[in-house]
């Protein structure tokens, strides 16, 4: 089997958390059509992660936030094995706008763990798993930054 050079292609997962809860879209297209899954997409070339992650994130979805740690890479391989990506789960903090969904998606939405079990996730994108690492990543960052701010001398 000939195999294209240019595989495994990058792309982003835009792994947006706010008030305890992931956004996700429910995507338009295959793979996983019709099944809820984090926003992202291919990576341009000459353009860096953190402008794709926010780039997708804006196209898929209209919200407006600021890309962080990487902290996750899922394969994406069709059965067939002509395609490959791999998508770099990036954690991202929500600045503005509520999810309205584009061409790529059907919905987009805010969503709980708890409230995940309930609907069609896009298993080949291991949705839960990283949506439960984010969650988690982003409650020991406010810790964290709740113990810093706890130390610093009162302005008053």
């Not at 407006?64 to 954690?91: E, K, M, Q, R, S």
């Not at 805010?110 to 080949?124: S, Y």
Request: charged share 25%.
């Amino acid at each position: 089997m000939t195999r294209d050079a240019s595989y495994p292609k990058p792309a982003t997962l835009a792994a947006v958390v706010r008030k305890g809860r992931v956004l996700l879209i429910r995507r338009a297209h295959m793979p996983d059509a019709e099944r809820w899954a984090f926003p992202g997409g291919k990576i341009e070339p000459g353009e860096t992660l953190t402008a794709a992650t926010a780039r997708e994130l804006a196209e898929e979805t209209g919200v407006l936030a600021t890309p962080g740690d990487v902290f996750d890479a899922v394969d994406v391989i069709d059965a067939d094995h002509n395609l490959h990506y791999v998508l770099i789960a990036v954690l991202c903090r929500w600045e503005r706008g509520e999810p309205v969904p584009d061409d790529d998606a059907l919905e987009a939405a805010w969503f709980t763990l708890e409230e995940m079990a309930a609907i069609p996730v896009a298993e080949t994108f291991n949705v839960r798993a990283i949506a439960q690492t984010a969650l988690e990543l982003e409650r020991k960052q406010q810790e964290h930054s709740r113990s810093q701010n706890a130390h610093l001398p009162d302005s008053t």
